[in-house]
């Protein structure tokens, strides 16, 4: 069957190098070409795109699930990459944590095929609304992405300012001992200043009283 041009032609979900589910309207041999690009996948969530034969090979890693899809090369790039973020989200929608885990080979085909094929042709009928979408998506991504920056950042200004205060406690602890500590000085120098004071008067009057009895004796004789 002739591809007309902008079409995307074959797509397919795997898990790890098993294809769950996939569906095609065309012949030829862009499932054995997705089948090796698949197996050559790096490790890792990731978007991929190979060239071969007028057509795109598209991936979408996620998770150790990989969605593709196959397109000619006038589709571009923007419109297969809607349409694999469309089908991941289709897919985890209906099968997260259930029958996609131990699904066998095309297992899924019967089930998640059809709704391959509606995505397919939604994206292939309508490039524009797509595009427009996956440009919203991408700049709410991109906001999403400055927000979550800008929320680092203020729990870390937060870290900083709680490890401020608490030096700032540190520091006034430190000023109130520094000040008991010279309270407890000033104290224990006048203590031992008034001791002398009192030493020396002592002295004084013992010597004032040693004079008085010498003066009084030499008049008694």
Avoid at 21 to 48: K, M, V, W
Avoid at 106 to 128: A, I, K, V, W
Wanted: net charge positive; aromatic share 8%.
């Amino acid at each position: 069957m002739a591809q007309p041009e902008g079409t995307l032609i074959y797509a397919m979900v795997a898990r790890g190098t098993v294809v769950v589910a996939e569906h095609t309207s065309y012949t030829g041999n862009f499932r054995d070409i997705a089948a090796q690009c698949l197996h050559r996948l790096p490790a890792g969530n990731n978007r991929f795109t190979y060239t071969c034969d007028g057509h795109t090979f598209n991936f979408l890693a996620h998770e150790g699930y990989a969605y593709c899809v196959v397109a000619t090369e006038s589709a571009g790039r923007q419109i297969p990459l809607a349409f694999l973020e469309m089908i991941k989200e289709d897919f985890n929608k209906r099968y997260a944590g259930g029958k996609a885990a131990t699904a066998t080979a095309n297992s899924l085909s019967r089930d998640f095929g059809p709704r391959l094929r509606e995505q397919m042709q939604y994206c292939t009928d309508h490039p524009e609304e797509v595009s427009r979408l996956s440009k919203v998506k991408a700049q709410v991504s991109e906001v999403k992405g400055i927000m979550m920056e800008n929320i680092e950042k203020v729990i870390d200004r937060g870290q900083q300012i709680d490890g401020l205060v608490s030096r700032t406690e540190q520091l006034h602890d430190q000023a109130s001992d520094f000040r008991q500590q010279g309270t407890r000085v000033r104290r224990k120098m006048w203590l031992q200043n008034m001791k002398m004071k009192l030493i020396v008067l002592g002295i004084i009057i013992a010597l004032i009283l040693i004079i008085v009895l010498s003066i009084c004796h030499g008049i008694c004789k």
